[in-house]
């Protein structure tokens, strides 16, 4: 199983930008669907957005489309998100998320503040 670290979390202001990492270990992501949800207080886990890994093809929540973009390096066994135009809205917790037919994993997560 895969185990997840996210890193790159923090406190901005409203319209700042701000990129997180998600680093995998225990095993390769190469075959892996990864993406990225958050959970706010009081509210459901959401899905953020997603990549594919057999076409690299890109999925994302409407509320942040166009502002955030995922990526990922499998030679860095890594994963990443871009967070541009940040709203007082966006604040959560931001969780890495991997997938694999039956085989999941999810990290423990970064926190993101964005004060208006």
């Known amino acids: 199983q895969v185990q997840l670290v996210e890193s790159g979390g923090g406190l901005v202001q409203a319209g700042d930008s701000l990129s997180l990492s998600c680093a995998a270990s225990g095993r390769t992501i190469n075959n892996y669907d990864m993406g990225w949800y958050r959970q706010a207080p009081g509210k459901e886990r959401e899905f953020v957005a997603s990549?594919?890994?057999?076409?690299?093809?890109?999925y994302y929540a409407d509320s942040v489309k166009g502002r955030f973009t995922i990526s990922r390096d499998n030679a860095k066994n890594a994963v990443y998100l871009r967070m541009n135009s940040l709203k007082p809205e966006d604040t959560a917790i931001y969780y890495c998320?991997?997938?694999?037919?039956?085989?999941?994993?999810w990290g423990q997560g970064t926190q993101v503040t964005v004060s208006s």
């Open positions: 990549i594919s890994w057999r076409s690299g093809s890109t």
């Open positions: 998320h991997a997938a694999a037919g039956s085989s999941f994993s």
